[in-house]
């Protein structure tokens, strides 16, 4: 049995028909929505790439495993997936983008050479590199991981010092003239490179590569794209195929603006953010940010009759997630960041091969999950068992087998703002630069560090439009959340070189052998039991 797990970056759940969407059709992602389970509730456990993805592959939330925004390491010794499933004789590989940072000070600390083995996958959290591409390509990017795709774009005749930049993130005019894709007036345009030469269309041609050449050891691919994240570029003919006719009508209000809360303010004023709430940028970038959608949902139709012809249906649990959402001008605000659904939600299709998951093909569920809950699903699925004390989340295999269990009471989701423009602007100390939301699924409460909260009631406010956190008559559900804030912050989450069985074992032994605390004499020791270690002087 084998894994296939899809990431696509920056994709928002509403952006795909399966959920509803009427300004998009995505056919193939709608065919695995209906052979398999389609989750209505899914929330990452941070709206930012790097935090996100390290909790999707060690199965533990931002405050756990430390690496809080993109850029901070994650630090030596954090179990990830790779290291649970390689003890169940998985092979666990990396086609494609994870945004991690090596801890290379930690692995200096400890000796560990960079090129090893173990540096290597220490480096890589976890996973065989088949081929790792960030889709941050720019010459002076740090850790760029470019060099495949260069080296492919150069074989396929598209040369240049950084074949990247100057194929797949230019535009041609129609004169023939390049433009920049880091500029937004530029969208429009179509990408320099061919269609089939995309980063999306060469991702998709090495996870079947990756696949064809599998033998008998079990695997889990993760093919983890990095469209439609920005630069907002794509190639003809998906770069004209939507219009601003086409768009869902932006989810802001004017109301919004008149806020009290000094961060939700500054977060506006930011470049960003002022950008998308320009219509006009709006109308040129959301039709080509939909068309990355309908190339990734094409290369999927492609992906998914390889698995078909080759017969790999049959054995391989195929899940498709992203690792955060986009603003796309809704609230106010541009790119990801922050807790409203479209950054925080996201969509998870998960189809399980397995007889036992029959009887929910083609099903919704509504159950609350958390990105983490990935790790110990696929821990289930190859035969072993989640460990508890390190893995937080929740295994799905009893919602895909049928069971009507809840898994949790609440999701929270982590922001670390100390690197942005607002922290400075609203004059916080990068120590208390931190939100945190919770969300029990009517009501989104987010703490904000050293300022009010914000509360939204999802039943009411669907759209979440209307901060209720100074109104008196919720000052109940305020209370109540904050004690689910309190209750999930105290929860035990770094102790995890030591299982409850040995914590339970050590319990009964009491003492390690040999050492005797707290008894006046011998008779009290025998009456519990214990004996005097041997080779003591007394008689």
């Known amino acids: 049995m084998n894994v296939l797990w899809i990431m696509a970056d920056q994709l928002r759940w509403d952006y795909l028909s399966c959920y509803g969407a009427r300004h998009i059709d995505t056919p193939n992602l709608d065919w695995l929505a209906s052979h398999g389970m389609r989750f209505n509730r899914a929330y990452v456990q941070s709206p930012i790439c790097g935090p996100s993805r390290m909790s999707f592959y060690t199965g533990r939330y931002v405050r756990s495993h430390g690496a809080t925004w993109n850029g901070f390491p994650l630090r030596v010794g954090e179990p990830t997936l790779g290291d649970h499933l390689r003890e169940l004789g998985v092979k666990c590989s990396l086609v494609g983008k994870t945004h991690m940072t090596p801890d290379r000070a930690g692995m200096q600390r400890l000796g560990i050479e960079p090129e090893s083995i173990i540096g290597t996958l220490v480096a890589e959290c976890g996973f065989d590199v088949l081929v790792r591409d960030d889709g941050t390509n720019a010459s002076n990017y740090p850790g760029r991981c470019a060099e495949d795709y260069d080296q492919y774009l150069r074989d396929n005749g598209m040369d240049g010092d950084n074949p990247w930049e100057q194929w797949a993130n230019t535009g041609v005019t129609d004169n023939g003239e390049y433009r920049s894709g880091w500029l937004l007036e530029n969208a429009p345009l179509p990408a320099r490179v061919p269609k089939e030469h995309s980063e999306s269309a060469w991702l998709t041609t090495r996870g079947i590569e990756y696949i064809e050449a599998q033998g008998e050891q079990p695997w889990l691919c993760h093919l983890s794209y990095i469209k439609p994240h920005w630069p907002y570029l794509v190639p003809a003919p998906y770069n004209d195929m939507y219009s601003a006719a086409d768009l869902p009508p932006v989810n802001r209000s004017e109301a919004e603006r008149q806020i009290d809360h000094p961060l939700m303010l500054a977060w506006m004023d930011m470049r960003v953010s002022k950008s998308f709430s320009r219509d006009h940028i709006r109308d040129i970038v959301a039709p080509v940010y939909m068309g990355l959608i309908k190339e990734l949902d094409d290369q999927m139709g492609r992906l998914f009759n390889y698995l078909r012809s080759s017969g790999r249906m049959d054995d391989t649990m195929i899940v498709f997630c992203s690792d955060h959402g986009d603003n796309m001008g809704d609230h106010w605000f541009g790119e990801k960041d922050l807790f409203h659904d479209c950054s925080a939600r996201v969509p998870l299709l998960v189809y399980d091969p397995r007889s036992e998951a029959d009887s929910t093909r083609g099903t919704a569920c509504d159950a609350l ?60 100390d990068q120590n208390d630069a931190r939100l945190a939301m919770i969300f029990d699924g009517r009501w989104k409460y987010i703490h904000v560090e050293t300022m009010r909260p914000i509360l939204y009631d999802l039943q009411t406010d669907p759209n979440e439009l209307q901060d209720l956190a100074t109104n008196p008559a919720y000052t109940e559900q305020l209370a109540r959340l904050a004690a689910m804030h309190y209750e999930w912050s105290r929860r035990h989450h770094n102790r995890i070189t030591r299982d409850a069985a040995t914590i339970e074992r050590m319990t009964d032994e009491r003492e390690p052998p040999g050492i005797i605390i707290g008894y006046a004499n011998r008779e009290e020791l025998e009456d519990d039991g214990l004996q005097m270690p041997p080779h003591t002087t007394e008689m």
């Open 369 to 428: 999950v958390e990105g983490i809950d990935l790790a110990p699903t696929f821990i289930e699925y190859f035969g072993g068992t989640s460990p508890p004390h390190i893995v937080e989340g929740r295994s799905l295999q009893p919602l895909l087998h049928g069971s009507d269990v809840a898994l949790r009471e609440f999701c929270v989701s982590e922001y670390d703002y100390s690197t942005r423009d607002a922290r400075r602007a609203v004059g916080v």
